[in-house]
């Protein structure tokens, strides 16, 4: 049986400004029930969670993903070279975050691991040069970008430069 924290209704609800009673109007389950799934002391079926999170306009599996995922994650750092870039990564269900470095001239013309998501380049020192299939843009230190990242892009180093990628899963909240 999963183990799914639903005390996370409770913040919700209190977020939403709502009593025990005025949810269970809004949703048609049952005081007791809500108060007992705030408290863990029962399993919600998946009709209950369905009409919880109509509520607070969740869909259940955002709903269910809330109460599995707890109030934190930890991860540890991976690093990989990808063509001339040195990257120190952390990655989670719905965000991969990298820190990149390059020499001048160094290029990755192939990024790894692209699915349905945003991407935001923002660059720490140096120069960088995004090109994108009809656009090419020149970032500098403290100035980023966001954009999809199924489009094919290049990134080059036009100094020695140091970056933050950042990949957003589109169909995630965090």
Known sequence: MANFDFSVLRQLRKKAELSIAELSERSGVSTAVISKLERNQTMAEIDTVFRLARVFELGAAELLSMAEAGSSRRCNVSSHRSEDFLFSEIKYRNVRCLYGKAPAGGRVSSPKIHRDDFETCWVLAGRVRLTLPSEVHE????????????????????????????????????
């Open 139 to 174: 970032l500098a230190g403290g100035e980023s970008i966001q954009f999809d990242a199924l489009l094919p892009h290049t990134y080059e180093a036009c100094e020695e430069s140091e970056l933050i990628i950042i990949h957003l899963r589109k169909d995630q909240r965090f």
